[in-house]
């Protein structure tokens, strides 16, 4: 057997077809990342099970963390000539181990008799300081966001909707579309700062334009408004 091959006797996919489901989703095809993430998602599955060996509460995560690392990673690129199976197969296998570092990573110490050097966990002036500045870095990184990016982190993080039922509302097949729409909007966030912070020096903030022009104007603190 192939290393980059999993090891179920259930063949996950033609080769030609894998391919075509490649060029439907970058070509933007109606219901095309839909399908390609249903695919993944099952050959990401038996990759987690296989190296894994055994069923894990983080089971789900890898999976979709990888499924949507790979759709992200091909909708950069806007081509991809490989063979797809074998490449989430790969992502997969890194990010089981990646799982298994942090695993072993995590020693824990009993603070029975050192409570007396334990620095207090509550905020000061400085934290909530720190605080304020992260919220408005992000209002300005949502505000620049195009509306349905708006409406749809809005629905995650302040509504705290369950993925499951945005995927229903949105008429998508797998869940892992909905998580890939969550990670293209989350990275539009992440350029925004990135440009932002990289602006920052001695002279001041970097200034930025108004708002993308919308429909409405969504705010973190969830107000909807012209």
Aim: proline letters at 4%; one cysteine or more.
């Amino acid at each position: 057997m192939n290393a980059d091959e999993p090891s179920s006797s259930v063949p996950l996919i033609a080769a030609a077809e894998a391919r075509a489901a490649v060029r439907a989703f970058l070509d933007r095809e109606a219901g095309a990342d839909d399908r390609l993430a249903a695919t993944l998602s099952r050959c990401a599955s038996i990759t987690v099970r296989d190296f894994l060996g055994r069923p894990d509460r983080e089971t789900d995560d890898i999976v979709q963390d990888a499924v949507v690392s790979v759709l992200a990673w091909l909708t950069r690129r806007g081509e991809f000539t490989g063979d797809i199976i074998s490449f989430t197969i790969t992502v997969t296998r890194n990010r089981c181990r990646n799982y298994l570092d942090w695993q072993r990573s995590q020693r824990t110490v009993p603070l029975t008799g050192q409570t007396g050097y334990v620095a207090s966990g509550s905020p000061g002036p400085l934290d909530d300081l720190v605080a304020a500045e992260r919220i408005a870095h992000l209002q300005a990184a949502v505000d620049d966001l195009d509306i349905a990016c708006r409406r749809l982190l809005h629905a995650i993080y302040y509504e705290k909707r369950k993925m499951a039922d945005l995927q229903r509302e949105a008429g998508l097949g797998s869940l892992q579309s909905m998580y890939h729409r969550r990670a293209v909007c989350l990275k539009k966030v992440e350029k925004f700062l990135k440009k932002q912070w990289r602006g920052c020096s001695s002279r001041g903030p970097a200034k930025h334009g108004p708002a993308k022009k919308g429909p409405a104007r969504l705010d973190w603190k969830g107000r909807l408004h012209d």
